[in-house]
């Protein structure tokens, strides 16, 4: 996998191509909002829509590595709706209005990227470019995914601005201004934003993350290793070792 790092980063940010390609989010996450209790996982709708991407061992390694990481994408986001968001700042609680809680939660993941970025290794932006997707999902075309990993690599180059809080502004219809005000100031975001969620709160969540992605990429490459071992074996004269 270590080989194939750079198509598995690209992956694990792939599922928000739509935000360059103009589709709807249902369409590259695999769940819509609200998530029932009996909706199946948004990683396990993708393989059985597209059971072509589900054996790893007969896709090539690059691809292999790209789809396990957007498997892990949405995983992270299935496990944000409902450890995060639902309970916090969806449309069944109580504090201040649903268009306001929307607007706090996405301050929030502003705040979160400007934690993690700083941290990211150099070269990221190159270590992106060097993923080439050439036909790897059969439900977003290759050059929307180009377009999406020149956005995210531009953005990566030593000095540049990030755009979440552009994307986020645009999409809400708050100024980015107004945003960037909030995000300043640790006392506003004190009172704003963690009186409602604690750091230990997203720890916890990260952790899960973590722990989950873990097992899926476990499982998804798993057959994939077996599949591709068993190949060799058949190909080995009788008494060799693999």
Request: hydrophobic share 40%; with cysteine.
């Amino acid at each position: 996998m270590r080989e194939q790092r750079c198509e598995f980063l690209f992956g694990n940010t792939a599922p928000d191509v739509q935000v360059v390609a103009g589709l709807p989010r249902e369409h590259t996450h695999f769940f819509s909002l609200p998530i029932r209790a009996d909706d199946p996982p948004a990683w396990e709708v993708l393989l059985t829509r597209y059971p072509q991407l589900a054996d790893a061992g007969s896709l090539p390694p690059g691809k292999a590595a790209f789809v396990a990481g957007y498997l892990c994408h949405l995983q992270a986001d299935w496990l944000w709706i409902k450890r995060i968001f639902a309970p916090v700042f969806g449309p069944r609680c109580d504090w201040s209005s649903f268009e306001q809680r929307l607007y706090y939660h996405n301050v929030l993941r502003a705040y979160l990227d400007r934690c993690i970025l700083p941290g990211l290794e150099a070269g990221m932006d190159a270590c992106l470019c060097r993923a080439k997707p050439d036909s790897w999902l059969p439900f977003v075309e290759s050059r929307h995914l180009v377009e999406w990993r020149n956005f995210l690599s531009q953005q990566l180059l030593p000095g540049a601005a990030t755009q979440t809080v552009e994307v986020f502004s645009s999409r809400q219809g708050i100024s980015a201004p107004e945003y960037y005000a909030l995000l300043g100031s640790q006392e506003r975001m004190q009172k704003e934003v963690f009186e409602h969620i604690s750091l230990e709160q997203v720890q916890s969540y990260r952790q899960a993350v973590l722990d989950e992605n873990t097992r899926l990429i476990t499982e998804y490459l798993a057959f994939a290793l077996h599949h591709n071992h068993v190949r060799i074996e058949e190909h080995l004269p009788r008494g060799a070792c693999a």
